[in-house]
């Protein structure tokens, strides 16, 4: 006769465990299948075959839960908590902390062995690999394959291992020596390196020099410009004038008023040849001055219309007529907040005597050396890039019947900046730059 097999444990379940396991299975994970499992092998007569058949599972699965619950109850069916890989415990000395600490600070070259030698440093600090994947934002996997590496092969382990192929002509060290000498030194004679006068420095071909910067983001014939300003008001000037950004006063507009001086009518000593397919707009590079104009300008910062007047001189005159004009334009029951800078013009006697006339208005003056936070500079950018940089102009009045035109056309379409940082933010930024070049001179 062919064996039948050791018989299947009976189940018998309280009203308590009937009830947990029925609420359990409803649910869609691999705690109800067992719940399923047990349930249906504690109706009487349940073979595992027949409960097997039933649920569409195999013998074996059957026969373990129904043993695992007759052992050990509800708690059986749970997954025991798995205590993963151990890692691998780290310690470093003074002189490998000294060195990790000097690759990690790296601001600009060698970002993978910075990254890699923070790692460690978190690591050595006690703290788990997922902590310190969470807080460098790097894989799990990436941390515990240097934590492993340095524990085996300490600081030698950070360094890239040789690849197959030929081997690399230029060391990390060379490139390091490059991006420093690029960095903190200047070539003797010139401000600035070339890939030629540092090929010749480092012994490196001028095509390996390039690769270097390319690679390290180093543009050394490129400057930019910028101005700190002095103001002894700077942090109330730029929460005032923020603060009108962002909250404008009820009952009033806000106009950010400033003048373009010195507009010139330029026309070119031969026609302009236009564009053509394959072939980009062509002008000579000598031109005809034909005089000067300036342009007062008042953006109004809730809809983005401007109150424009162009002037022949630009005097404490014209910058009363201005307000003659921006007074006319706005209605009579609004208050108006203007936003000016600092030239001499905006603070003469004759202004202060008639901004006193007309209490409704009220002056915001812009730090010194910061009209960047005057929003009307940034549209008088739009201007000369739309109108007056590739223009050709024979006369005066000609230029500003285009401005005045180019004008009523964009208030046909006015649209307003949105000022997005907050003077907080604007400050902070300002103290991390001035921490930044604090010590060289500033």
């Known amino acids: 006769m062919a064996s039948r097999g050791p018989s299947a444990v009976a189940i018998e379940l309280s009203a308590g465990e009937r009830a ?15 719940a399923r499992i047990v349930l249906a092998c504690a109706e009487p007569g349940a073979s595992n075959a027949r409960v097997a058949r039933d649920l569409g599972l195999s013998v074996a699965t059957v026969r373990r839960w129904r043993a695992a619950f007759a052992r050990g109850g509800l708690d059986a069916l749970l997954d025991a908590p798995r205590g993963g890989r151990p890692k691998a415990e780290l310690t470093l000395t003074d002189s490998e902390r000294a060195a990790l600490q000097r690759w990690a600070r790296r601001a600009k070259s060698a970002q993978v062995l910075a990254m890699r030698a923070k790692i460690v440093l978190a690591c050595a600090e006690g703290m788990s690999n997922k902590d310190v994947a969470a807080e ?14 340095f524990v085996k092969l300490r600081l030698d382990g950070l360094m890239d291992e040789d690849r197959p192929g030929r081997p690399a002509s ?49 543009k050394p014939h490129r400057t ?20 009108l950004y962002h909250n404008p006063p009820e009952r009033a507009v806000v106009l950010c008023t400033d003048e373009k001086s010195q507009i010139q ?44 007047e162009p002037h022949r001189q630009h005097r404490a005159t014209e910058f009363k007529k201005f307000l003659i004009t921006i ?60 109108k007056i940089r590739r223009g050709a102009h024979k006369s005066v009045q000609t230029l500003e019947n285009d401005i005045r035109a180019w004008i009523n056309d964009w208030n046909n379409h006015p649209r307003p900046f949105i000022w997005t940082k907050t003077a907080e933010e604007i400050l902070e930024s300002l103290a991390r730059f001035c921490r930044r070049i604090s010590g060289v001179g500033h």
């Open 20 to 34: 947990r396991l029925i609420g359990v299975s409803a649910e869609s994970s691999a705690l109800a299948a067992r």
């Open 327 to 386: 007074d006319k334009t706005v209605p009579a029951e609004l208050d108006v907040h203007l936003i000016c800078d600092n030239y001499g013009t905006h603070k003469t006697p004759a202004i202060k005597a008639r901004l006193a006339r007309h209490p409704r208005f009220h002056m915001h003056f812009t730090p010194t050396g910061s009209s960047w936070i005057n929003q009307v500079e940034r549209w008088f950018g739009f201007l000369a890039d739309q």
């Open 170 to 218: 230029i060391t990390l060290e060379q490139v390091e020596q490059v991006v420093v000498a690029t960095l903190e030194e200047t070539p003797k004679g010139a401000t600035h390196w070339s890939r030629a006068s540092m090929a010749q420095r480092s012994g490196l071909s001028k095509s390996t020099i390039g690769r270097i910067w390319r690679d390290f983001g180093l």
């Open 136 to 149: 460098l934002g790097v894989n799990l996997t990436t941390v515990s394959k240097w934590r492993g590496r």
């Open 265 to 308: 009518a330029l026309d070119r000593s031969q026609p302009v040849l236009p564009m053509m397919p394959g072939m980009p707009e062509r002008r000579t590079h000598d031109y005809a001055r034909h005089g000067t104009t300036t342009l007062f300008a008042a953006f109004d910062i809730a809809d983005g219309t401007v109150i424009g």
């Open 224 to 243: 930019e410009t910028f101005k700190l300003s002095t103001d002894p008001l700077l942090v109330e000037k730029v929460v005032d004038i923020v603060g």
